[in-house]
């Protein structure tokens, strides 16, 4: 539906609704970052006692903190390369052809992300347990790739669609092979998806604990440490300041994201 | 003088890059084969493999004695499954997911509907943004968050306190069976968080559905006389519900399999996903954590067979 | 087909060449010769078949059936990148991530040509299709007629045996396009390679080939000059497609020629006489009503209801009428007459003419 309508202005109890729920949304997000500035060591009491920015640097000296987001980041970027290449494999070969078997291997490609994360977590873990694999990072970048690669497929789909097929005949008529093609033509046409999808699969990964805890042996990925800190009342400023953390690492690949999607498809 | 420019141009360099392109070309299912094979090998193997290792586990039982899985089929965890304990455990989750289903369709909707109708352009781009943006931080910070917003001196007690109207909060609290000691354990608590977390899931197809209402039908309903009230129930509810239904695959489905907010925000009373985490966790059981998380898969199977025969898939 | 054998070199040969779709015939069992040098266009309404037919001589579709040769050697199943041919795209299909000279030489940058010899061939090729100095510019800078010349410069540029050119001017504006077809034509001449024009655009096809084929449901109805495509064509699909024509049939035409067979007259060549006036030799003449009169400037559009039956269009040129005048001939009587030797007998076919 398009911007302007009959009656120009919506009325007051739709504005009100819907704004509300937008503050609904946002206003924990400012209560974080409110949390992390405060005197109090282990009780929420609000409004805050006193303002400080000792947690920061409390944080900072924590060495498990350090351990666990230099995890985080690795298995996030191992974890994404792999859903790229693999995500885009598929984008390429189902962009066009409708044959037999394309709806199946589009679910299959969901499925990850649509089943419960505990059911993937589970299944993951015994399958693991059963051949006799032993916990490892690896075995945390295996269960994080697979469902990452649907964002990377997503993403590399919709821009295939949408670019001229024509170009491709060209650039083949003019002598260019299909790998050639590949190189000059496709890949600077999906390069902002391509980039975008793996930008969100690294703050899917990056933010995932559920699958995570089940396919981890001794390791924390960063997700965990917070959680094992949840659990424990010492210290909760100091997660506040790991959490403010965890949001500005994962805001900033999805606004960059979001802007190359959009650019690409003007 | 075309001829002689013909010869001044060499033709492309043979290689064998370029052998197997034309071979490739020849032959394009082979082709999609070849692009096909890797990420498949990778699916079928370590996705679809583990959920039939899953699956098959969950026929095997656990010997009590030794605390040693037996590895024979039979349907002895099954029955183990569905005793009068486990089934409760079930309903109670069910009754959960259905509540916050419904709560989160009732909240996201005027939202949804917003930003379809009444925003401009750049008004939509940053609301949709703005959705987004929770939707992708971090979900254990923001379960997280609502443990201190709930806490006993969090910022919602401050507000009752110092209304002076301390006495609903209590009241909300004293209802039995939902209430608690304190919000932040108790169901009431529990059902606030999930419908935070899982609102963007529901405003976002949703929202996709009212866009692609026409505007002509619209017109054409209030030419044909029909007043806003009117219009809205005929003509744009019944479009958009398959959008709703697709925020309800999701909200439905994640609530399900959740453990992470029962056990923060719980008051010890088991759901399915606590339980299965449970299972196979410290009691090393296995087979019957396997068996219990079949039973959220079954739910979901059901609920997409009904969501795609109302049209959801279309508004994914 | 009706044309000179000719002692050139058959550039693009389709032998018994049929393509399906699925359960779709494009293409039924079609054969085609075209020679060294010409400019041929296969001219039809859309889903006739004549894209494919090009598509089929580019590589970019595979014949189910039958052979595609360039120049005596069988290009089946060799792919696009292989073949000594180039395309000019109907939506010229430049790269939008390149500048103009990328697009351009982006064929001899695959030929792992020198830098240098590029950036000279392709100040040459932008010279050629009057576009100098335009290297360093994106294709979204350009207008459409801008566009369209660069995407055969691009094409060109390879020494291409056989150019194909797929619709290249259906985007153009009339006048522009009228231009075009002087260009191309010139270009065609200095270059001296065979271009293969695509178009549902029979005035087009009319006026810038040296031989053409009329393409319909799948198969060529008729190959020939274009004086010949015109004056002589076989079935009552030519006649109505190439040109408007009348055609009459039945006991509307037994009554003219005393025969049932169809014949196709076209409207500029019959004269309106006064039913007074005497009879000439050689004339076929019948009676009839202006019914319609529609002034078209240059000339002015007749309907004749003919006595007992069939209409008959009638094209006259208004040396002497204007709009008045011609309007005030609405329901006279009058006679129709046209040189009986104009009048062409057709092919017995149940095709729809496109009058």
């Known amino acids: 539906m398009p911007s302007k309508d009959l009656s120009n202005r919506a009325p007051w109890s739709l504005k009100i609704a819907a704004f509300g729920a937008l503050i609904f949304l946002h206003f924990p997000l400012l209560i974080i970052l409110l949390y992390a500035f405060t005197t109090e060591e282990s009780s929420f009491r609000f409004p805050p006692p006193g303002l400080t920015t000792q947690w920061f640097g409390k944080l900072f000296e924590r060495q498990d903190f350090w351990d666990a987001l230099g995890l985080s980041l690795q298995v996030a970027t191992i974890a994404t390369s792999i859903a790229m290449l693999l995500g885009t494999l598929i984008a390429l070969a189902l962009y066009r052809t409708s044959f037999f078997g394309r709806d199946t291997i589009t679910l299959l490609v969901i499925l990850p992300i649509a089943l419960p994360g505990i059911v993937t977590g589970i299944a993951l873990r015994s399958a693991f347990s059963l051949i006799g694999i032993p916990f490892t990072t690896w075995t945390i970048i295996i269960g994080h790739a697979t469902f990452c690669i649907v964002t990377v497929y997503n993403n590399v789909v919709a821009r295939l669609r949408r670019t001229q097929h024509s170009q491709i005949e060209a650039s083949m008529d003019l002598g260019a092979s299909t790998w050639q093609t590949f190189r000059y033509i496709v890949l600077p046409n999906i390069a902002t998806s391509l980039l975008a999808g793996g930008m969100l699969a690294f703050a899917l990964s990056f933010d995932e604990v559920i699958v995570t805890t089940f396919t981890a042996g001794q390791q924390e990925t960063l997700p965990i440490w917070i959680f094992s800190q949840l659990v424990r009342p010492r210290d909760r400023p100091v997660t506040n300041v790991a959490a403010l953390f965890v949001i500005a690492v994962t805001f900033i690949p999805i606004i960059a994201a979001h802007y190359m999607t959009r650019e690409a498809s003007e | ?316 | ?355």
């Not at chain 2, 068996?291 to 959801?312: C, D, E, H, N, S």
């Not at chain 3, 579709?61 to 120049?71: F, K």
């Open chain 3, 1 to 355: 087909m009706s044309s000179q054998p000719s002692d050139r070199p058959i550039a693009v040969s389709l032998q018994a060449v049929s393509k399906l779709f699925g359960v779709v015939k494009a293409l039924d069992n079609i054969s085609l010769d075209i020679y060294d040098g010409e400019f041929f266009s296969m001219l039809g309404p859309s889903g006739s078949g004549k894209t494919t037919s090009l598509r089929l001589v580019a590589g970019f579709e595979q014949a189910s059936s039958g052979r595609v040769l360039l120049y005596d050697k069988d290009v089946t199943g060799v792919p696009p990148f292989d073949r000594d041919v180039n395309t000019v795209f109907q939506d010229y299909a430049l790269f939008p991530h390149m500048t103009i000279e990328q697009n351009v030489g982006y064929g001899l940058m695959i030929r792992k040509l020198p830098k240098p010899e590029i950036t000279r061939r392709v100040g040459e090729m932008l010279e050629m299709v009057r576009l100098p100095g335009y290297q360093k510019r994106k294709p979204s800078q350009l207008s459409g007629g801008q566009r369209q010349r660069i995407a055969l410069a691009r094409a060109l540029i390879n020494h291409p045996r056989v150019l194909l050119l797929d619709e290249p001017l259906g985007a153009l504006d009339l006048k522009l396009r009228q231009q075009m077809q002087i260009e191309l034509k010139a270009i065609q001449r200095e270059v001296g390679i065979t271009f293969i024009f695509v178009t549902h655009d029979q005035e087009e096809a009319l006026t810038m080939s040296d031989r053409m084929a009329v393409f319909s449901h799948g198969k060529i109805e008729q190959v020939g000059t274009p004086t010949e495509i015109y004056e002589r064509p076989r079935t009552a699909f030519v006649a109505g497609f190439v040109g408007t024509t009348n055609i009459l049939s039945g006991h509307v035409a037994e009554r003219i020629t005393e025969s049932a067979a169809a014949f196709s007259i076209r409207p500029e060549k019959i004269r309106l006489v006064s039913p007074d006036a005497p009879n000439e030799s050689k004339t076929t003449r019948v009676g009839g009503t202006i019914r319609d009169v529609i002034y078209l400037g240059m000339t002015t559009r007749y309907l004749i209801e003919i006595d007992g039956g069939g209409d008959l269009q009638v094209i006259a040129q208004n040396t002497e009428t204007d709009s008045t005048a011609a309007q005030a001939t609405r329901g006279q009587r009058v006679d129709a007459a046209w040189p009986t030797s104009a009048m062409r007998l057709l092919d017995v076919d149940n095709r729809e003419s496109g009058a």
């Open chain 2, 1 to 316: 003088m075309a001829a002689e420019q013909a010869r001044s141009l060499p033709a492309p360099r043979p290689s064998l890059l370029r052998k197997i392109s034309a071979w490739f070309y020849r032959h394009p299912n082979l082709s999609l084969m070849a692009l096909l094979g890797v990420p498949m090998l990778w699916m079928v193997v370590v996705y679809l493999g583990s959920l039939s290792a899953l699956l098959i586990q969950s026929f095997f039982r656990l010997d009590e004695f030794s605390g040693r899985v037996i590895r024979e089929f039979g349907l002895r965890t099954y029955e183990q499954l569905f005793t009068a304990a486990h089934i409760d455990i079930m309903l109670r989750t069910t009754l959960m997911a259905l509540a916050v289903t419904f709560t989160c369709a009732l909240i996201a909707f005027p939202l949804a509907y917003y930003m379809a109708r009444y925003a401009s352009f750049r008004m939509k781009t940053i609301l949709y943004l703005l959705v987004l943006l929770p939707l992708w931080s971090s979900y254990l910070v923001r379960v997280y968050t609502w443990k201190i917003i709930l806490s006993q001196e969090g910022i919602i007690s401050w507000f009752f306190d110092t209304f002076r109207i301390r006495f609903i909060l209590d009241g909300i609290l004293s209802i039995p069976g939902i209430g608690g000691t304190s919000l932040s354990f108790s169901f009431i608590g529990m059902f606030l968080v999930f419908v935070y977390i899982w609102l963007p899931y529901m405003i976002i197809p949703i929202n996709a559905a009212l866009e692609r209402v026409p505007k002509s039908l619209i017109e054409a309903s209030s030419d044909l006389g029909g007043r806003p009230g009117y219009t809205f129930r005929r003509v744009i509810l019944p479009l958009a519900f398959p959008g709703v239904v697709a925020g309800s695959i999701f909200t439905f489905s994640l609530t399900l399999g959740d453990y992470i907010i029962p056990q923060v925000m719980g008051n010890s009373s088991p759901f399915i996903g606590i339980t299965v985490f449970t299972y196979q966790g410290t009691a090393g059981n296995i087979p019957l954590a396997a068996a219990f998380t079949v039973v959220p898969v079954v739910i979901m199977v059901v609920y997409l067979l009904i969501a795609r025969r109302l049209g959801a898939f279309d508004a994914l």
